[in-house]
């Protein structure tokens, strides 16, 4: 039989229960096989590692971020709007050599390693970086992303994409394909994906510039693809992004739709009734200027949210818990409790991974420790005060 570890802390968060003071974990075999008092005479006999005052809880789960745009950090104008800011973006990536965005891609991957984070939800166009995800810490889905607004060119991105998916079947990192956004990818292109049982990831409602695209037309995405491609016949849906991606058969159990700031209740009902997770950024929204998702509005629709970093582009840190303390601040109506389990169960939810998330028998130990005083009476808003750093502790 397998050793028993007992992990102690002054707080374990299982969130699926109650939190426990002056708890322990018992972990066997990678897997939890008791969570409660440590006093209880219901705790199994083991190997004890007193973690110290602080909280325990499930690994957190970052469920959107771009690690090969890590070389973009600090380089992006944040002010202009958020078209001007993706052409930039355009521009600043294909200067990019090689060897400089495979540096950050790694320092990424370290960085994330440090926070404590335990799975991530990868966005990736080229998948260069798979052989730096095998011995991460932390487990990854790779999202396999696809852009191409020419119907015409719908056929051969498909191909691409799954002749990618076969490269890539070997990796640990388990890759399944995306589409970019609704108005980055064309009518065909979108199809073909939820024929292949898709998209998984999408960026969805995240600007202004989306929405007026879809509704008229015009406005600076008409320009930005006007110099890119032409003129490309296109008859605006004149719906919005979420009834747009419904109409294309891209909304269900299986996506995670990444910002969804720009919604209205009719978008928010489409979404909890096709199950969609949501995935909050709002450390980036903040920085481009688009708003923030109405995660309340969300959460009270039934709407699993999970919480994303997104890029090193748009967010000072590759740390969730971040963006978890961001969104307290933008929400104080929220209860802690639930960004808690947004930035835990949530994500693991939304990516896929029903064995984390939470600490409760059976489920897998991945687990994380927030280091704190013995004053701590409220662990949830000790987590969400800004002053707590997590780290991985199995």
Same mark, same amino acid.
């Given at each position: 039989?397998?050793?028993?570890?007992?992990?102690?802390?002054?707080?374990?968060?299982?969130?699926?229960?109650?939190?426990?003071?002056?708890?322990?974990?018992?972990?066997?075999?990678?897997?939890?096989?008791?969570?409660?008092?440590?006093?209880?005479?219901?705790?199994?006999?083991?190997?004890?590692?007193?973690?110290?005052?602080?909280?325990?809880?499930?690994?957190?789960?970052?469920?959107?971020?771009?690690?090969?745009?890590?070389?973009?950090?600090?380089?992006?104008?944040?002010?202009?709007?958020?078209?001007?800011?993706?052409?930039?973006?355009?521009?600043?990536?294909?200067?990019?050599?090689?060897?400089?965005?495979?540096?950050?891609?790694?320092?990424?991957?370290?960085?994330?390693?440090?926070?404590?984070?335990?799975?991530?939800?990868?966005?990736?166009?080229?998948?260069?970086?798979?052989?730096?995800?095998?011995?991460?810490?932390?487990?990854?889905?790779?999202?396999?992303?696809?852009?191409?607004?020419?119907?015409?060119?719908?056929?051969?991105?498909?191909?691409?994409?799954?002749?990618?998916?076969?490269?890539?079947?070997?990796?640990?990192?388990?890759?399944?394909? @995306? $589409? #970019?956004?609704?108005?980055?990818? +064309? &009518?065909?292109?979108? %199809?073909?994906?939820? =024929? *292949?049982?898709?998209?998984? /990831?999408?960026?969805?409602?995240?600007?202004?510039?989306?929405?007026?695209?879809?509704?008229?037309?015009?406005?600076?995405?008409?320009?930005?693809?006007?110099?890119?491609?032409?003129?490309?016949?296109?008859?605006?849906?004149?719906?919005?992004?979420?009834?747009?991606?419904?109409?294309?058969?891209?909304?269900?159990?299986?996506?995670? @739709? $990444? #910002?969804?700031?720009?919604?209205? +209740? &009719?978008?928010?009902? %489409?979404?909890?009734? =096709? *199950?969609?997770?949501?995935? /909050?950024?709002?450390?980036?929204?903040?920085?481009?200027?688009?708003?923030?998702?109405?995660?309340?509005?969300?959460?009270?629709?039934?709407?699993?949210?999970?919480?994303?970093?997104?890029?090193?582009?748009?967010?000072?840190?590759?740390?969730?818990?971040?963006?978890?303390?961001?969104?307290?601040?933008?929400?104080?109506?929220?209860?802690?409790?639930?960004?808690?389990?947004?930035?835990?169960?949530?994500?693991? %939810?939304?990516?896929?991974?029903?064995?984390?998330?939470?600490?409760?028998?059976?489920?897998?130990?991945?687990?994380?420790?927030?280091?704190?005083?013995?004053?701590?009476?409220?662990?949830?808003?000790?987590?969400?005060?800004?002053?707590?750093?997590?780290?991985?502790?199995?």
């Amino acid at each position: 039989m397998s050793e028993v570890l007992l992990l102690r802390a002054g707080w374990v968060l299982p969130v699926a229960r109650p939190p426990i003071r002056d708890g322990s974990v018992a972990v066997s075999g990678g897997r939890i096989a008791w969570v409660g008092e440590a006093a209880s005479r219901e705790c199994p006999p083991g190997r004890e590692r007193d973690l110290g005052p602080g909280v325990l809880i499930p690994g957190p789960v970052n469920a959107h971020t771009h690690l090969e745009l890590s070389a973009l950090a600090g380089r992006l104008p944040a002010a202009g709007g958020f078209t001007r800011w993706v052409e930039a973006l355009v521009e600043a990536r294909a200067a990019l050599s090689a060897e400089e965005a495979r540096v950050a891609t790694a320092a990424a991957v370290q960085s994330v390693e440090a926070s404590g984070t335990v799975a991530i939800g990868d966005v990736s166009n080229a998948l260069a970086h798979i052989d730096l995800l095998e011995d991460a810490r932390f487990e990854s889905v790779v999202f396999f992303e696809q852009i191409g607004w020419d119907p015409a060119r719908a056929e051969e991105i498909l191909l691409r994409a799954d002749e990618g998916l076969a490269k890539a079947a070997g990796a640990r990192a388990q890759v399944r394909l @995306a $589409a #970019h956004a609704p108005h980055s990818v +064309s &009518a065909p292109l979108m %199809r073909g994906l939820v =024929a *292949r049982g898709g998209p998984f /990831a999408l960026h969805l409602a995240e600007s202004p510039d989306e929405s007026r695209f879809l509704l008229d037309g015009d406005g600076p995405w008409r320009e930005f693809l006007r110099k890119r491609l032409g003129e490309i016949p296109f008859t605006p849906p004149q719906v919005s992004p979420v009834a747009y991606a419904e109409r294309l058969g891209a909304l269900g159990p299986q996506l995670a @739709a $990444a #910002h969804c700031v720009q919604l209205d +209740s &009719a978008d928010v009902e %489409r979404l909890a009734a =096709a *199950r969609v997770s949501v995935v /909050a950024c709002p450390r980036s929204n903040r920085t481009l200027g688009v708003g923030v998702p109405p995660v309340p509005e969300l959460l009270a629709a039934g709407v699993n949210v999970a919480l994303g970093t997104d890029s090193l582009a748009s967010a000072p840190s590759l740390d969730v818990l971040d963006d978890a303390v961001a969104l307290a601040r933008e929400f104080p109506v929220l209860a802690p409790e639930a960004i808690v389990a947004s930035m835990t169960l949530g994500g693991a %939810r939304a990516l896929g991974r029903g064995d984390l998330g939470a600490i409760g028998a059976g489920r897998r130990a991945a687990l994380a420790f927030a280091p704190g005083s013995s004053r701590i009476d409220d662990p949830y808003r000790f987590l969400l005060s800004g002053e707590a750093r997590l780290r991985r502790v199995v």
